[in-house]
T-cell receptor, first 110, second 113 residues
Framework: GQNIDQPTEMTATEGAIVQINCTYQ??????LFWYQQHAGEAPTFLSY????GLEEKGRFSSFLSRSKGYSYLLLKELQMKDSASYLC???????????FGAGTTVTVRA | NAGVTQTPKFRVLKTGQSMTLLCAQD?????MYWYRQDPGMGLRLIHY???????AKGEVPDGYNVSRLKKQNFLLGLESAAPSQTSVYFC????????????FGPGTRLTVL
């Protein structure tokens, strides 16, 4: 089976930086995804890593180490609208199935 | 483009009743997926399809059936609903190719009494 672990909750101040860690154990791994989900809404795509290293997209960056089974999502210059759940998902197999972690709820305080 | 749409948005069932959830996508995506999301457990894959006429089981398929008669539609059926099936159901689709993400529908909130 698949095992995806991430912290349950994190709190940070507006303007600060927060790093959400994710570890995974997935057979047939072929990509790591991060999604953002606001309460009562659908998950929306944030980032994707398939090779080791850092991918930067504006205020959001994501890092992957395949040998360590580890990824992180870095949120910079936090805004109140960034308060949401962040889902780590490991993709495997030719069917492109995603295995999700339980999500990390980030609360941004003024 | 509407993207991924789901019908209905909300539904309340009594134990033993049946229903079908409809997912439709207008992006010509090959792959479609049904997930359920429960508090503290994240999204879990129920069934998925890699093309018209084909379906496969995911992580939690028991109590559900699916059909993909048309490429754009993916139906999830509950033959005899149970309270344990109370959840939020999300449909997702993706295009064939390594670098493509899954797009999610708005979800269906189902309560089984």
């Amino acid at each position: 089976g698949q095992n995806i672990d991430q912290p349950t909750e994190m709190t940070a101040t507006e303007g600060a930086i927060v790093q959400i860690n994710c570890t995974y154990q997935t057979s047939g791994f072929n990509g790591l995804f991060w999604y953002q989900q606001h309460a009562g809404e659908a998950p929306t795509f944030l980032s994707y890593n398939v090779l080791d290293g850092l991918e930067e997209k504006g205020r959001f960056s994501s890092f992957l180490s395949r040998s360590k089974g580890y990824s992180y999502l870095l949120l910079k210059e936090l805004q109140m609208k960034d308060s949401a759940s962040y889902l780590c998902a490991a993709r495997s197999g030719a069917d492109y199935k995603l295995s999700f972690g339980a999500g990390t709820t980030v609360t941004v305080r003024a | 483009n509407a993207g991924v749409t789901q019908t209905p948005k909300f539904r309340v069932l009594k134990t033993g009743q049946s229903m079908t959830l409809l997912c439709a996508q207008d992006m010509n995506h090959e792959y479609m997926y049904w997930y359920r999301q429960d508090p503290g457990m994240g999204l879990r894959l129920i069934h998925y399809s890699v093309g018209e006429g084909t379906t496969a089981k995911g992580e939690v398929p028991d109590g559900y059936n699916v059909s993909r008669l048309k490429k754009q539609n993916f139906l999830l059926g509950l033959e005899s609903a149970a309270p344990s099936q109370t959840s939020v159901y999300f449909c997702a689709s993706t295009k064939l190719g390594r670098d493509n993400e899954q797009f999610f529908g708005p979800g269906t909130r189902l309560t089984v009494l």
